[in-house]
C-alpha cells in the first residue's frame, strides 16, 4: 500500500496527470458527452483522483491501525556490569529475607519510607554510629569508617536541628505545637553537637544495649548511674536513654572536677553550674538521672538553693508516688526514681543541701538557726556511717565540710562532727567501693590526702586553747550547745600516740 501511495504521489508532482483525458476507443454517442464534460470543468478529473489519494491514505491508515494500539516498551541494551549489580541486589534482598525473616527485612527497609521527623532523623543518627561501630573499632586499618560513621550522623543530627526548629516556627505562628515537635529535654540533647553526645561512652552503652549485651560490656571506663539508666521507668524510648546517659556523663564530670578541686574561683563556679543547668535539661523528666542533677545543683550552686532544694523536695514526692520498692539500698539497685529517693544517696545530698541552707541563715544570725544546723549535721552523720557513699553524696558531704571550715565561729564547735564526716569520706574513698565511682586514681588518692589534711587542721584547733576559750560559753557549752572536751582529749591522745 505505502508502494501505491509512493507511485501515486511521484506521478502526481511530475504532472502526468495534468492534461487533458484522451479518449480511447469511446463510441460515438458518448463522444460528444464526454468533451463537453472535459471542457465544462477541467478540474474534476483532478479532484476525483484527489479523492481517490485521501481514500488509499486512509486505507493504509486503517490497516496499520492494530499496529499503532500495540504497547511499545524500550528495553536497554545489555550492559555486563548493571545486569551484575542488579543481580547482586537482588540475591542481598533475598539473602536477608531468608536470614532474618520478612518482618525484620519490612523493619528494615521500610525505616525509610516514613516521612523525616526530628527524632526519626536522631534515630538514623545513632543507628549509624550503631552499625558501623563494631567494624571501626577492632584495629586502626578500619578506624576510616568510624570518622565516615560520624561524618553521615552530623548530617542526619544537622537535619533534625533544622527540622525541629521550622516545626516549632510553624507552632508559634498557628498558635498550637506541632505534633512532631521533640520534648524539651530532647530538644536540649538536639541543641547540643552530635560528636559531644554521641562519644564513645555513650555509644558503646548503645551497642551493648541494641545486642542484648551486659551495659557494663567493654567500657573502659566505669561511671556511676550509667548501668541503672536501662532499668529507670522514665526511659521509655532509646533517645531518653541516649539523654539519660549524657546527663549523667555530664554530672560525673561535675562531681569528678568538685572532688579534685583545691579551691573555687569565679569563673569555676560559673562553669559548674551551667554544666549541671545542661544535664538537668537533657535529663527525661522524672528519670533517676533528673533527680541526681536536682540534687548537685542544689548542693554545689549556692544561688537560689532554696528554689532548688523546693524543686527537689517535689522531685522526691512525684518519685514516692511512683510505687517503686523502698529496700533499694543504692543506685544500681532502684528500678526508677522513686526507689531512689527512698535510697540513702538522695537523703544525704538532699541533708547537705539543707544543712547549707541552715548554715546561711547561720551566718546571717537568725534566731534559732544554731540549733537546725546542728540537727542537719546530726543527720548528715548519722546517714554517712549506716549506709554506703556514692560520688554525690561524698561531693555533698565534701561541701558541706568545706564550707563549715570556712567559718572559723561555725567550725569551732563542730570539730569532733567534722572529724567524723572526714573519716567516712576517707574510709569509702580509699576502698573499693571508692575505685568503682570513676574518678581515677589520681583524683582517689588527692582526695584521701585532702581528708588527712583536714582531719590534721581539725587536731591543731582541738589542741589550740584558742580556740577553746572561744567556743566556751559562761555554762561550759559551745556555741552550738554540745560540749567538746572530753572527744578533744580522746582525739588528742590518738594524736599524740
Known amino acids: 500500500m505505502q508502494l501505491r501511495l509512493a507511485a ?13 483525458v484522451r479518449a480511447q476507443g469511446i463510441q460515438p454517442q458518448y463522444q460528444g458527452q464526454s468533451a463537453d464534460w472535459s471542457n465544462a470543468n477541467p478540474y474534476v478529473g483532478k479532484m476525483m483522483l484527489s479523492s481517490l489519494a485521501g481514500l488509499m491514505v486512509l486505507e493504509a491508515m486503517r490497516e496499520n491501525e492494530p499496529s499503532n494500539s500495540e504497547p511499545q516498551v524500550w528495553v536497554p541494551r545489555h550492559n555486563f556490569f548493571l545486569e551484575a549489580a542488579a543481580l547482586m541486589v537482588k540475591t542481598a534482598k533475598l539473602s536477608i529475607r531468608r536470614v532474618f525473616g520478612d518482618d525484620a527485612y519490612r523493619r528494615l527497609t521500610g525505616k525509610s519510607t516514613l516521612p523525616d521527623t526530628p527524632v526519626r532523623l536522631m534515630l538514623k543518627a545513632l543507628h549509624i554510629r550503631l552499625l558501623l561501630w563494631g567494624f571501626s573499632h577492632p584495629g586502626p586499618r578500619l578506624g576510616i569508617l568510624d570518622a565516615l560513621a560520624s561524618r553521615l550522623s552530623r548530617a542526619k ?23 512532631d515537635e521533640l520534648p524539651d529535654h530532647l530538644a536540649a540533647l538536639l541543641s547540643q553537637e552530635c560528636d559531644e553526645v554521641l562519644n564513645q561512652m555513650v555509644v558503646q552503652r548503645a551497642h551493648n544495649l541494641a545486642f542484648n549485651k551486659e551495659t557494663s560490656h567493654s567500657i573502659a571506663w566505669p561511671i556511676e548511674a550509667m548501668d541503672a539508666v536501662v532499668e529507670d521507668k522514665a526511659v521509655t524510648v532509646p533517645m531518653d536513654a541516649v539523654a539519660a546517659w549524657w546527663s549523667t556523663e555530664i554530672l ?3 562531681l569528678a572536677a568538685s572532688v579534685d578541686r583545691d579551691r573555687d574561683d569565679e569563673h569555676a563556679l560559673d562553669s559548674r553550674a551551667q554544666s549541671i543547668d545542661v544535664a538537668i535539661r537533657v535529663a527525661p523528666a522524672g528519670s533517676m538521672a533528673h533527680l541526681r542533677a536536682i540534687l548537685a545543683r542544689a548542693v ?5 538553693r532554696g528554689a532548688n532544694i523546693a524543686a527537689v523536695a517535689q522531685a522526691i514526692n512525684e518519685g514516692d508516688r511512683e510505687g517503686a520498692d523502698p529496700d533499694a539500698p543504692t543506685t544500681t539497685g532502684a528500678r526508677g526514681s522513686g526507689a531512689y529517693t527512698r ?4 537523703q544525704l545530698s538532699l541533708g547537705c543541701a539543707s544543712a547549707l541552707a541552715h548554715l546561711k541563715r547561720v551566718q546571717a544570725g537568725a534566731p534559732g538557726s544554731r540549733e ?3 540537727d542537719a549535721v546530726e543527720k548528715i552523720i548519722f546517714v554517712a556511717k549506716t549506709s554506703s557513699l556514692t560520688l554525690l553524696s561524698f561531693a555533698s558531704v565534701m561541701e558541706v565540710v568545706d564550707q563549715v571550715l570556712a567559718h572559723e565561729s561555725v567550725a569551732n564547735g563542730l570539730a569532733y562532727r567534722l572529724e567524723e564526716l572526714v573519716k567516712c569520706l576517707r574510709i569509702w574513698m580509699g576502698s573499693p567501693l571508692g575505685s568503682k565511682c570513676g574518678v581515677g586514681h589520681a583524683i582517689q588518692e588527692k582526695a584521701v590526702n585532702r581528708c588527712l589534711t583536714i582531719t590534721k587542721s581539725l587536731l591543731q584547733m582541738d589542741l589550740d586553747p584558742g580556740y577553746s576559750s572561744m567556743s566556751d560559753d559562761e555554762d561550759g557549752s559551745d556555741a552550738l550547745g554540745t560540749t567538746s572536751v572530753g572527744p578533744v582529749r580522746r582525739f588528742t591522745s590518738v594524736h599524740d600516740d
Open 300 to 304: 554545689l550552686t549556692e544561688r537560689t
Open 252 to 254: 560525673h564530670d561535675v
Open 8 to 20: 501515486f504521489e511521484k506521478l502526481w508532482m511530475g504532472g502526468a496527470m495534468n492534461g487533458p
Open 157 to 179: 543530627w544537622k537535619k533534625a536541628r533544622q527540622l525541629n526548629q521550622f516545626l516549632v516556627q510553624m507552632g508559634h505562628m498557628t498558635g498550637t505545637p506541632h505534633e
Open 372 to 374: 537546725s544546723f546542728r
Open 343 to 346: 535510697g540513702p544517696d538522695s
